[in-house]
Nanobody
Framework: QVQLVESGGGLVQPGGSLRLSCAAS????????MGWYRQAPGKERELVAR???????NYAESVKGRFTISRDNAKNTVYLQMNSLKPEDTAVYYC?????????WGQGTQVTVSS
């Protein structure tokens, strides 16, 4: 298991940027994949971006070209850089670690895009 703590959420105007961070309690080098998911009110949780231990990336179509996931193995941290934010990006963002045998989730961080 691994504990995950997200940070970096907040209120931002449309067109603005935020960077989310996900700090893991142990090394993430051997973790199969790290990802960011989001859940808006009344909607199901959805994948936003994912990066595998082998360096493969997956992005939701709605965020391609605007969001970038990255990882710093030395800091056991995964980031989500979000640019050109839109009101429809408003959601609670969750960090996820896919350990194959199990999955770990952070507590979530609120992102609100509004003028």
């Amino acid at each position: 298991q691994v504990q995950l703590v997200e940070s970096g959420g907040g209120l931002v105007q449309p067109g603005g940027s935020l960077r989310l961070s996900c700090a893991a309690s142990r090394s993430i080098v051997s973790i199969n994949a790290m990802g960011w998911y989001r859940q808006a009110p009344g909607k199901e949780r959805e994948l936003v971006a994912r990066i595998t231990s082998g360096g493969r990336y997956n992005y939701a179509e709605s965020v391609k070209g605007r969001f970038t996931i990255s990882r710093d193995n030395a800091k056991n941290t995964v980031y989500l850089q979000m640019n050109s934010l839109k009101p429809e990006d408003t959601a609670v963002y969750y960090c996820n670690a896919d350990l194959l045998s199990s999955k770990s989730w952070g507590q979530g961080t609120q992102v609100t895009v509004s003028s």
